[in-house]
C-alpha cells in the first residue's frame, strides 16, 4: 500500500488548510489513519491518532480545537483540515497506515517501512 500526503503551502497566520492522505493500492476502510509533523531542527510528533480508550480521533494538544479529520471513502482519502493556523504549526506533515494514541504509549504508529515525502506546511506572514 502507498500513502500519499498533499495539500500543503503557504498560508497566513489564522488562515486554514486542508490536508489530504490518499490511500493507492488498497481500501481506506482497511486503516487507520495517523498525522505526524516534523518541524525544522525539532522532532517528528504525533498530530492525530485514533485513541485507543474510545475509538475517536484523538489530537495533540497543540492543535485542539483547530484540527479536524474527515474522510471520504469513495475516494480512498482521509483529510486533515487545519484552521487557525499558527507560525508554530509550521512543518512537513505525514500520514501513517496505522496509529494509535493512549496516555501511556503516546502516540504509536505501524504498518509503515519508510515515512515518505510528507507534505510542506508553512505559515507566515
Known amino acids: 500500500v502507498q500513502l500519499q500526503a498533499s495539500g500543503g503551502g503557504l498560508v497566513q497566520p489564522g488562515g486554514s488548510l486542508r490536508l489530504s492522505c490518499t490511500i493507492s493500492g488498497s481500501t481506506l476502510d482497511y486503516y487507520i489513519i495517523g498525522w505526524f509533523r516534523q518541524a525544522p531542527g525539532k522532532e517528528r510528533e504525533g498530530v492525530s491518532c485514533?485513541?485507543?480508550?474510545?475509538?475517536?480521533?484523538y489530537f495533540a494538544d497543540s492543535v485542539k480545537g483547530r484540527f479536524t479529520i474527515s474522510r471520504d471513502n469513495a475516494k480512498n482519502t482521509e483529510y486533515l483540515q487545519m484552521n487557525n493556523l499558527k507560525p508554530d504549526d509550521t512543518a512537513v506533515y505525514y500520514c501513517v497506515p496505522y496509529c494509535e494514541y493512549s496516555d501511556v504509549a503516546g502516540f504509536l504508529y505501524y504498518g509503515m517501512d519508510s515515512w515518505g515525502k510528507g507534505t510542506q506546511v508553512t505559515v507566515s506572514s
Open positions: 485514533v485513541s485507543s480508550t474510545d475509538g475517536s480521533s
